[in-house]
């Protein structure tokens, strides 16, 4: 029997499926080849007209972790205001850095790679949680990132402490945890999204 035969992975779609953003992270350190993957994947998403205007920062060592960590706004839906504990923080950050903010499609690119890297984690059984809601001019002083590149936005990672579940959404889009500290995400139901050959 071949090698891909006996490979036990997860397909793209179970990827896609179970995937959850995380924001609750066990201790263990993710390994340099990982992450090192993630940003292989994000490298060959499409890109329109295949510019290719992104770049990856990669971010493990203890200090500038902790230092971003200070500049991240997270899960806004949750109150009162909450941020991971200490123990419980991400162990690595990717962070997407734009050449050319003039590319009219580069939001899209960074779209793409970061389900790229998103996916690609889930793969491994690494949490993630794309971040927006962040401080680009701290995260550039603390990174020392060249001022000719834009920080977009920044994926933290780690191995996952927490397991959101999905369920239909109802009256409303907001996200919210139960007594035992479990993340519910309400998502659209699929019924009241597609249409097929006619409205
Ligand atoms: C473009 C984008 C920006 C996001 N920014 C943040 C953020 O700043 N802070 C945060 O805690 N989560 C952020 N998220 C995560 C979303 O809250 C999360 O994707 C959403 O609640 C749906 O949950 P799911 O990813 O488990 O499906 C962001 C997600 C996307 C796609």
Known sequence: MSKSITYQSKSVYDAIISRRTIRRFQKKPIKPDLLRRFVNAARLAPSAANLQPLEYFIVTEKEPCSKIFETIGWAAYITPKWAPSLEERPTAYIVILVEDINNKFYTRDVSLASENIVLAAEEEGIGSCILYNID?????????????????????????????????????????????EVLHVPKRRLEDIIHINKF
């Open 136 to 180: 680009r001019d701290k995260i550039q002083e603390i990174l020392k990132i060249p001022k000719t590149l834009h920080v977009d936005s920044i994926i933290a990672l780690g191995y996952k402490a927490e397991h959101p579940v999905v369920e239909d959404l109802k009256d409303s889009v907001k996200y919210w945890r139960d007594e035992n």
